[in-house]
């Protein structure tokens, strides 16, 4: 029993730390229709920041996080108005061999610069080690993931439901054209929120070293986490996508835990079951863009 | 003139035979003659092409993106290296043909999958599918040989009478046979009235249907195929090679695949042909001046490719010969590439 709720525990934490990777991504698909393979990239970037600068430059680790956040958002930022710009109007195709491309050169930078081993990022003592609460065993840098994560989800929510960016953002999914008819400035809001999402996940990949490993192959070997994440999440609205991640979560660690020898067979089927039971998505609308 | 027989003309004068066509099938023939040191270099070159080919026909000919095909490469390099291992058929030709055919058999199971949803769906699925089996194929070590690969696989002599050498002599005038049998099959396929109505479906499936063309019946019957060619060009590599491991699954195979495919172009078969030379050769360049991150060229081959633009790369690339026709026979450019987006 308490088994259980211990990778339930651990399957939460997963989970939100995909939320938080990849909740970028979604509003980038939902947006602009644009299928970004390198998202794991701005994660990677995040996480070498952090890595850098806590232990070779021997910063805190709380104080290196908001850098990676901001490293990240700053590489989205210049990457937007550089280069992703020219691609929103092109073929799926052209999309998907661009960011592969990107993805391909960002392992190789990284891998030149850093080295291909994994890197891990020294946690203060105060973030190691398990506690008993009631039997359970958690684990206390999973709490904390949980807590941020939690924290910035609920802060997510609220941006988007109450402030006036929130509103233009979801008029600018649910229609783009009629959106700038109203006069929103539809590229600067969709330039922001690539932004913000590509700083989510320099965050995400700088708490995610310690949990998913970090290493020059990153981009790759999560890519399809994060695609599973908005796909089966639909990007309607941030409740599918964070809904998905903890199904994902939850699953991918129940799955190694309880059934070892099928690896990554339990989500990779749950994914295409999912995406041929519902194609638009678990949580997403019928209405195909 | 009527339409009809308007839309008949151009096909047919499509169908024919070029001179330039021949010409190039013989300099790939003579090549086999010229450089006797390089078989090794050029049988991959020829299984790259053979592959290549398979992914135009879903991708350039049908407009389904698919991020895995892969998953029939390993299917067809596994089933060719255990029909060896176990010798249940022994003869290369027919065990080709065997591995071929279970690639097809999951290439028809997966295509129900496939022609569901739109690009980004498919895209998922292909690539679950292609993860789906190296995680399988990585579970079932028993049977695979895990991350090892199959190890001492011995091929037969091919027909019974030429056996594989050890100087690839033998593998690289097999595989250029069966690329050019293959070849001739595809390309009576995409000039038929099918390849027709598979181009019909790719500019606008909605109107294709309207028209009367089958549009699922129709994806399903040449995602089975492209399945059958990419198997056998899966079992080239492990007859070619006496390796078959984890790695025929892996993502970079299919990533490496769709950028062979767009630096020969596609919707047309030599798209594949000649994007496998040329991205062999930068491969070997980019492999020689730095050895761990010749990764990072591919990389700016492809952004820099998408960024140009795919249309206008063709353009440049033919405007020299297309200058030299125009000298020498006097006819408007000749050489043109089909293309269009995906």
Redesign the interface.
Same mark, same amino acid.
Do not use: N
């Given at each position: 029993m308490t088994s259980i709720l211990t990778n339930l525990f651990d399957g939460v934490a997963y989970g939100m730390l995909l939320f938080v990777l990849a909740c970028g991504l979604a509003v980038t698909l939902g947006l602009m229709n644009f299928v970004n393979l390198a998202h794991g990239a701005f994660a990677m970037a995040g996480g070498y920041v952090c890595m850098v600068l806590v232990n070779r430059m021997g910063w805190p680790f709380f104080a290196a996080l908001p850098l990676a956040f901001v490293s990240a958002a700053a590489i989205g930022i210049a990457l937007e108005r550089t280069l992703y710009r020219h691609l929103y109007t092109r073929s799926h195709l052209d999309q998907v061999l661009f960011t592969i491309g990107l993805t391909f050169m960002s392992v190789a930078a990284v891998d030149y610069i850093q080295g291909s081993s994994r890197v891990f990022i020294n946690l203060p003592d105060a973030l190691q080690g398990q506690f008993d609460l009631f039997g359970v065993g958690i684990g206390r840098y999973r709490l904390m993931i949980i807590v941020i994560c939690g924290l910035l989800t609920i802060g997510l929510q609220m941006v988007l439901a109450k402030t006036r960016f929130g509103s233009r953002l979801r008029a600018a999914v649910d229609d783009p054209r009629a959106a700038s008819g109203l006069g929103i400035n539809v590229p600067q809001v969709f330039a922001f929120t690539f932004a913000f999402g590509c700083g989510l996940a320099g965050l995400g990949g700088a708490l995610s070293a310690e949990i998913l490993g970090l290493d020059p192959y990153f981009p790759l070997k999560f890519m399809i986490y994060f695609l599973i994440v908005v796909t089966v999440g639909g990007s309607s609205s941030i409740t599918g996508p964070f809904l998905a991640s903890l199904l994902l979560g939850i699953g991918d660690v129940a799955g190694k835990y309880y059934v070892p020898k099928m690896g990554p067979f339990v989500i990779y089927t749950m994914m295409i079951v999912i995406l041929i039971w519902r194609p638009n998505g678990l949580f997403g609308r019928t209405a195909a863009r | 003139m009527s339409a009809s027989s308007d839309v008949g003309y151009h096909a047919q004068r499509q169908a024919r035979w070029h001179y330039g066509e021949a010409a190039f099938w013989l300099v790939v023939l003579a090549c086999g003659f010229l450089f006797p040191t390089r078989y090794l270099i050029m049988t991959d070159i020829l299984r790259l092409a053979l592959f290549a080919m398979s992914l135009d026909l879903i991708?350039g000919y049908a407009g389904i $993106?698919s #991020?895995g095909h892969a998953a029939f490469f390993g299917v067809g390099a596994y089933a060719a290296g255990l029909l060896a291992l176990h010798g249940i058929i022994n003869e290369p030709v027919l065990a080709l043909i065997a591995a071929g055919l279970a690639a097809m058999v999951l290439g028809f199971a997966t295509s129900f =999958?496939v022609i569901?949803?739109? &690009? +980004?769906?498919r +895209?998922?699925?292909t #690539?679950? *599918?292609a #993860? =789906?089996l190296e /995680? #399988?194929a990585?579970?079932f070590s028993n049977i695979t040989g895990g991350t090892d690969g199959l190890q001492g696989i011995e091929m037969q002599p091919i027909l019974g009478e030429i056996p594989f050498d050890m100087f690839g002599k033998a593998g690289f005038f097999y595989s250029l046979a069966v690329l050019f049998v293959l070849f001739l099959l595809a390309r009576r396929i995409v000039h038929s009235p099918f390849g027709l109505s598979l181009r019909a479906i790719k500019n606008n499936p909605l109107r294709a249907a309207a028209i009367g063309i089958p549009v699922n019946r129709r994806l399903i019957a040449i995602y089975t195929l492209a399945a059958f060619y990419a198997g056998i060009a899966g079992a080239l590599f492990t007859q070619t090679t006496a390796i078959a491991s984890l790695d025929v699954f892996a993502? &970079?195979r299919s /990533?490496d695949l769709? +950028?062979v495919l $767009?630096i020969g172009g596609t919707g047309y078969l030599y798209g594949g042909l000649i994007g496998a030379v040329i991205f062999r050769m930068l491969q070997e360049v980019f492999s020689t001046i730095t050895p761990?991150?010749?990764?990072?060229w *591919?990389? +700016?081959? =492809? $952004?820099v *490719? $998408?960024?140009v633009g795919?249309q206008r790369l063709h353009r440049w690339a033919l405007y020299v010969p297309n200058l030299v026709i125009k000298q020498v026979a006097g006819r408007k450019a000749v050489v043109a590439v089909p293309e269009s &987006? /995906?």
């Open positions: - | 991708l $993106v #991020l =999958l569901r949803g739109v &690009d +980004l769906t +895209l998922m699925v #690539l679950g *599918i #993860l =789906l /995680a #399988l990585e579970r993502f &970079d /990533a769709m +950028l $767009v761990q991150y010749w990764q990072f *591919i990389g +700016l081959v =492809l $952004v *490719i $998408v960024l795919r &987006d /995906a």
